[in-house]
């Protein structure tokens, strides 16, 4: 029969000493980051998509009658494209833009260039 830490007394959360902290690599930064995590599916115009999509299905995928969506969703799409080129020229010139709110991995790379721990 096993028995419950409540009948025992013994708490399982909290040991009953300290142990002490062993450090087994050094608490220090890596020099550089890695881009893996900068990788994302960008998705554009699913809004424009699906009402393009459901004036299709009303007028049996006659694309006369929904031109007025079509150029719609041709708009949206090539206001995305322009900002993901402009976006890509930014990250190629590899500038530090003060008070931006998310940094590319080669940003960051060059903060921790010119400011080593």
Request: hydrophobic letters at 30%.
């Amino acid at each position: 029969m096993r028995l419950s830490p409540r009948l025992t007394g013994i708490s399982s959360r909290y040991p009953r000493e300290n142990f002490p902290f062993q450090e087994l690599l050094p608490l220090k930064l890596k020099p550089t980051v890695s881009g893996k995590g900068d990788r994302t599916s960008d998705v554009a115009c699913l809004q424009e998509m699906a009402i393009l999509f459901a004036c299709f299905k009303k007028n049996e995928f006659n694309q006369a009658l929904c031109a007025n969506e079509v150029q719609t969703f041709n708009k949206c799409y090539k206001s995305f494209v322009d900002a993901k080129q402009k976006k890509k020229e930014m990250e190629r010139k590899g500038d530090l833009n003060p008070g931006a709110k998310k940094l590319t991995h080669k940003q960051i790379n060059q903060l921790m260039k010119r400011f080593p721990t």
